[in-house]
Nanobody, 115 residues
Framework: QVQLVESGGGLVQAGGSLRLSCVTS????????IAWYRQAPGNQRELVAT???????DYADSVKGRFTISRDNAENTVYLQMNSLKPEDTAVYYC?????????WGQGTQVTVSS
């Protein structure tokens, strides 16, 4: 089992920044990829960014150049630095971890960007 706990969401004005954290615990040795997803009201959950155990990253086109995913292996934490936030970034952000056999979700953290 793997547990994921997100934090760092909140209310910010357009153009501002937030940093989300995802603390992992449990059988983290089995994890291959950790990702951030988001879901706005009435929309499907969408992939925002991914990072592999080797440190390779990938981003949705909508956040490239504004968001950065990183990891601190000593702290078992994955971060999502979000800069130049836009109202359309408003959503619940979820941390997701994937192993060969299973995948896990955190409880989500709300990000609201006001115009």
């Amino acid at each position: 089992q793997v547990q994921l706990v997100e934090s760092g969401g909140g209310l910010v004005q357009a153009g501002g920044s937030l940093r989300l954290s995802c603390v992992t615990s449990g059988s983290i040795f089995s994890i291959n990829v950790i990702a951030w997803y988001r879901q706005a009201p009435g929309n499907q959950r969408e992939l925002v960014a991914t990072i592999t155990t080797g440190g390779s990253t990938d981003y949705a086109d909508s956040v490239k150049g504004r968001f950065t995913i990183s990891r601190d292996n000593a702290e078992n934490t994955v971060y999502l630095q979000m800069n130049s936030l836009k109202p359309e970034d408003t959503a619940v952000y979820y941390c997701h971890a994937r192993s060969i056999l299973y995948h896990y979700w955190g409880q989500g953290t709300q990000v609201t960007v006001s115009s």
